[in-house]
């Protein structure tokens, strides 16, 4: 049950475009590979279901979305930054940066 849910990124597409995008296919390649696996394992040792695992997708998206908007708007100002400095480029103030998922997959895939 339930593994074509999880692996279903859309890779069909890829070869459709024009630039050569092996390595980055290579790189999904893994990281699909990496997620089903922890997914079998959740599955098989913590007995998790696919609504909880739903549930848990939704969360995080809901999440990343959420920083995405707010992470690079000056706490002092209230102006938008560039998402990738760490102090405000309009007052000197620092900016909340989320660093909670910063090096998740920073091991080789
Ligand atoms: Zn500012």
């Known amino acids: 049950m339930g593994r074509g849910a999880v ?15 092996g390595e980055i296919k290579q ?14 394992l959740l599955q098989e040792k ?11 997708v939704a969360e995080i998206t809901d999440k ?11 706490p002092s100002c209230g102006m938008k930054n560039n998402p990738k ?3 405000c480029m309009y007052c000197g103030a620092e900016l909340t940066v989320n660093e909670e998922f910063k090096g ?3 091991f080789n895939i």
């Open 104 to 106: 998740v997959f920073s």
């Open 64 to 74: 990343k979305t959420e920083m995405r908007k707010s992470k690079n708007e000056c």
């Open 46 to 56: 913590g007995g998790y279901s696919e609504d909880e695992l739903k549930e848990i």
């Open 85 to 87: 400095i760490t102090k």
């Open 7 to 21: 692996t279903d990124v859309g890779t069909s597409d890829i070869h459709l475009m024009k630039v050569d995008l």
């Open 27 to 40: 790189k999904l390649d893994s990281l699909v590979n990496v997620t089903e696996a922890l997914w079998e």
